[in-house]
């Protein structure tokens, strides 16, 4: 299986910041990477798919990045709302595997 | 608008079977593979298999192989998960999956709780 490691684990940073959160694979996955956004309670949100594409109705101060085994995902000025965990995702082989998850937290 | 909703909460006995529901609305189920996740705080997620609606074909992780059964009827537009012998590490909320570009469709999950 493909093991996804993500850093930091807890992020705590001010509105305005720019913002990083890294994913890295255990093997190569072709840029077959996703991000997701979750709240409490709530289900995830795709944020990001395929590395750098953004989703649909997700706010530009999102973006992706990233080839082979190392991915970034970045939030250029972080917002309140942007609060919450973190997830990479990658749908490069079976089985799926997702990232332990970074929780955001706002300052 | 798409939705996906789900089964309301379970409690169930250690042994015993529960079966999920996650019904859509918006999309016909045939358009997607529907996926389960599994999630506990603790954990993370966890990916469990999906069910091609068109079809029935289905493809589980391993280690979900001879825990959970999925199911569709195209005809409620709804897919099913059946997870069976119960132990408490089952115990989390499972959430259904779809869409295009590799979930942009989620339900809002169903919390299963194992205790006796």
């Known amino acids: 299986d493909i093991q996804m490691t993500q850093s930091p684990s807890l992020l705590s940073a001010s509105v305005g910041d720019r913002v990083t959160i890294n994913c890295k694979a255990s093997?190569?996955?072709?840029?077959?990477l996703n991000w997701y956004q979750q709240k409490l309670g709530e289900a995830p949100k795709l944020l990001i798919y395929n590395t750098n594409n953004l989703q649909t109705g997700i706010p530009s101060r999102f973006s992706g990045s990233g080839s082979g085994t190392d991915y970034t995902l970045t939030i250029s000025s972080l917002q309140p709302e942007d609060f919450g965990t973190y997830f990479c995702?990658?749908?490069?082989?079976?089985?799926?595997?997702f990232g332990s998850g970074t929780k955001l937290e706002i300052k | 608008e798409v939705q996906l909703q789900q089964s309301g909460p379970e409690l169930r006995r250690p042994g015993s079977s529960v079966k999920l529901s996650c019904k859509a609305s918006g999309y016909s189920i045939t358009d997607y593979l529907m996926h389960w996740v599994k999630h506990r705080p603790e954990h993370g997620l966890e990916w469990i298999g999906w069910i091609d609606p068109e079809d029935g074909e289905t493809k589980y992780a391993q280690k979900f192989q001879s825990k959970a059964t999925l199911t569709a009827d195209t005809s409620s537009n709804t897919a099913y998960m059946q997870l069976s012998s119960l132990t408490s590490e089952d115990t989390a909320t499972y959430f259904c999956a779809s869409g295009p570009n590799w979930f942009a469709y989620w339900g809002q999950g169903t919390l299963v709780t194992v205790s006796s």
């Open positions: 093997q190569n996955i072709n840029k077959y």
């Open positions: 995702f990658q749908h490069n082989s079976w089985p799926l595997t």
